[in-house]
């Protein structure tokens, strides 16, 4: 055998098959280009396009790249952009049950021009439903909002909400406290269509002092953007107005789940006045209303990992996530701690998230 | 111990890097600035993903708070998925944790070819 030959075999090799159904809650289609929405803008905000610089929202030039050095595409295109090398690197190499597409497009994170956000969120959805969502069986959809303009994202929201494979709605992270009341009627919608809100991380997330100096300290501490956000949607009353609301907090880490379970109910116990709205102990609405996916995991003592589930209270709170073709991606075959039983992985990577987005059982699964 | 001539000797650049097959495994094979050939186990200890789909390159070195210092021009590997960074002539990671560290394999020139011991 020819060094070439035994080469292209060893890359061709299928990673050993989880023994596991697997839904990935974290997968990032993309555009080529902006070009891509054109066909969907309408004046006087196509005008605008021939002008569109971006919104440059990254406060940082990454300095090891973005995505996974695999996922980048011979003709240049950005990572993510071709669905045969996503199926090919992620669906079947893994054998992925289902697969929530999260894009990575967030008008929701404009600070200006929301006219123009809500319509770069419609436009995107028109574009990706055609062109991801409805290209495979195995692909979930997430509905695209500016929640700028609360009025828009339920439009949208109506507009997509029965489309059978749409299973939440894509909130973000770190621009807006998007417990505050002026967004609540985001959740009415998203209630009464059965969704659930996916909240992931927005590029222009910043930290309690602001922009830190190096990526590296932004990538460990924006956590901080999503305990924010659980204690605002909690404390703002979110649960208790729409009982029927599920957070999915998407990429922000899940070990800082307990001590914030234990920080709000012991102020809750002292401040409850302050919020009479919130009945129940904050921790309890984490356990019910929130899921939190895996990736980008970390890797301590994996006793230490399991101990942190156990201080969870409960093995249904993760969700298992690749983020692919991003850098951090996650392996289904090699990511979650030995520690794990098997009982408690299969739950993290296909019960927890079948039960949360109220999906029916994928055709391997059931076999 | 085995042994397999996997190339010949001037195939490879300096600067280059190719997934081997020898034996039952997948190996690395790198050619240094130098010359010199290096081995290493093709599987990243964190989470397995093969070392020949990721970049040889130098790397900041230890150096004082704001000091950039870039050395180990084409000695350093760097895992695709999360570029983990290893030291081709050593395995080791650049980061400071003995648990991470990448089988070397014996890699010599013979005849013209390269021949990787296992």
Not at chain 1, 218 to 229: D, E, R, Y
Not at chain 1, 235 to 245: A, E, I, Q, W
Not at chain 1, 271 to 282: A, G, I
Not at chain 2, 56 to 67: A, H, I, R
């Amino acid at each position: 055998m020819s060094t070439l030959q035994a080469e292209a075999s060893t890359e061709g090799k299928k990673e050993k098959a989880a023994r596991f159904p697997i839904i990935d809650t974290d997968v990032h289609e993309r555009m080529v280009s902006i070009e891509d929405l054109l066909p969907y803008i309408k004046e006087p905000f196509l005008s605008y396009m021939k002008h569109w610089t971006g919104w440059g929202e990254l406060k940082y030039t990454h300095p090891i790249g973005g995505s996974r050095l695999d996922s980048l595409l011979p003709n240049g295109n950005v990572p993510g952009s071709d669905y045969g090398v996503l199926k090919e690197q992620l669906l079947d190499k893994y054998d992925i049950d289902y697969a929530i597409l999260t894009g990575l497009f967030y008008p929701a994170t404009m600070e200006a021009q929301f006219e123009l956000a809500a319509e770069l969120a419609s436009a995107y959805n028109e574009w990706y439903v055609r062109n991801w969502l409805e290209k495979d069986d195995r692909f979930l959809g997430s509905i695209h909002v500016a929640p700028q303009m609360p009025e828009t994202a339920v439009r949208e929201i109506e507009k997509w909400g029965d489309h059978p494979k749409m299973v939440q709605v894509l909130l973000p992270i770190g621009t807006a406290p998007l417990g505050d009341p002026y967004y609540h009627k985001i959740y009415e919608a998203a209630e009464r269509k059965n969704l659930v809100i996916g909240m992931h991380q927005g590029n222009s997330v910043t930290t309690g002092f602001g922009q830190p100096r190096y990526y590296v300290e932004w990538h460990t501490i924006l956590s901080q953007a999503f305990m924010g956000m659980a204690v605002n949607l909690i404390l703002n009353g979110v649960f208790d107005k729409y009982p029927g609301t599920r957070v999915a907090m998407i990429e922000g880490g899940f070990t800082w789940v307990p001590s914030l379970m234990w920080r709000m109910d012991h102020n809750y116990k002292s401040l409850r006045s302050e919020v009479p709205w919130v009945k129940r102990l904050p921790s309890e609405y984490i356990k019910e209303h929130f899921r939190f996916s895996t990736q980008p995991i970390e890797d301590p003592n994996p006793q230490h990992m399991l101990r942190m589930v156990e201080m969870m209270e409960s093995d249904e709170l993760l969700m298992f996530s690749t983020d692919y073709p991003h850098w951090d991606f996650d392996s289904p075959t090699r990511s979650l701690p030995t520690t794990f039983s098997a009982e408690l992985k299969r739950k993290i990577f296909y019960d927890n998230a079948k039960n949360f987005y109220r999906l029916p059982d994928s055709p391997k699964a059931a076999r | 111990m085995n042994r397999m001539v996997v190339c010949g000797s001037e195939e490879m650049a300096p600067g280059q890097k190719r997934a081997v097959q020898v034996g039952s495994r997948s190996v690395v094979l790198v050619r240094l600035g130098s010359g010199e050939y290096c081995a290493l186990m093709n599987a990243c200890p964190h989470q397995g993903a093969p070392l020949s789909d990721g970049e040889l390159t130098g790397t900041t070195l230890p150096s004082t708070v704001g000091e950039y210092v870039y050395g180990k021009d084409d000695q350093v590997l760097r895992c695709p998925w999360h570029r983990w960074e290893f030291d081709v002539t050593s395995g080791h990671a650049l980061f400071n944790d003995r648990r991470a560290c990448v089988k070397r394999y014996e890699v010599t020139v013979e005849e013209g070819n390269v021949v990787i011991h296992y």
